[in-house]
């Protein structure tokens, strides 16, 4: 049966590949897998949570490759304001000629996802934001002014491989330039290397989440606590 579940200090793992130091044959479970505190590679099977329930105010950041479904589940799941580049895309994509490539107004739509971004973080209240996977200094900056806040920044990973990210960029009839995608699979990398060297979460986060393209199918909300009043 399906239930809620509050993301702790605990990371979790993902499905798919053996994690070294697992016998040969053995596979991650499937879904959401939470880790005992003192390693990666003690893993504790358990079912894809239908919720993740985060402390009110608290911000969230959904990371993962370009087409591993990051704006989907955000849209799906997220019962809070969302932030989401793609917003600023389709913005700008809807005033502009169809004709013009996008990397000639990339800066408009950036422009105006830091604008919302910073304008969402001064209202306060919990938030859902879209990571930019090459731009790490983002979620250094979340992170930072969350906690000027009083606030705490959450992570949720997408695992997915890059044949499964591509095959989501076909779906969606958005392709990412080759040079484009060499660096978010870099900088993904790094994420998981520092997952993977890690037994807590991705350092300034409160909790870090990893979900598994099927787990991440079968999450339905990202729920929020009341707001607490001033």
């Known amino acids: ?61 959904v990371s993962g490759l370009p087409g591993s479904g990051k704006s989907t589940l955000m849209r799906r799941c997220a019962k809070a304001p969302v932030i989401d580049s793609q917003q600023s895309r389709e913005h700008w994509a809807a005033r502009l000629p169809g004709w013009l490539p996008y990397a000639l107004y990339r800066p408009l739509v950036r422009l105006r996802h830091y604008r ?75 994420l998981h290397a520092g997952l993977a060297a890690s037994a807590g979460p991705v350092d300034g986060c409160a909790s870090t989440v990893v979900l598994s393209r099927p787990g991440a199918l079968e999450l339905q909300r990202i729920n929020f606590g009341e707001r607490r009043c001033a």
């Open 1 to 61: 049966m399906h239930e809620t579940v509050s993301p702790g200090p605990v990371r979790t793992a993902p499905a798919g590949p053996r994690v070294p130091g697992q016998p040969r044959g053995s596979r991650t479970p499937r879904g959401l897998e939470p880790l005992r505190p003192h390693g990666l590679h003690d893993l504790r099977p358990g079912p894809t949570p239908a919720a993740l329930q985060y402390p009110a105010d608290d911000l969230v950041v």
């Open 116 to 190: 919302r971004l910073r304008r969402a973080l001064l209202t306060g209240g919990p938030l859902v934001v879209h990571d930019c996977g090459t731009l790490p200094w983002v979620r250094d900056w979340l992170s930072r002014t969350a906690a000027r806040q009083g606030r705490r920044l959450h992570l949720i990973v997408l695992d997915s491989s890059p044949l499964q990210a591509k095959q989501g960029q076909r779906a969606r009839g958005r392709r990412v330039s080759a040079y484009a995608f060499a660096r978010h699979r870099w900088a993904t990398a790094r």
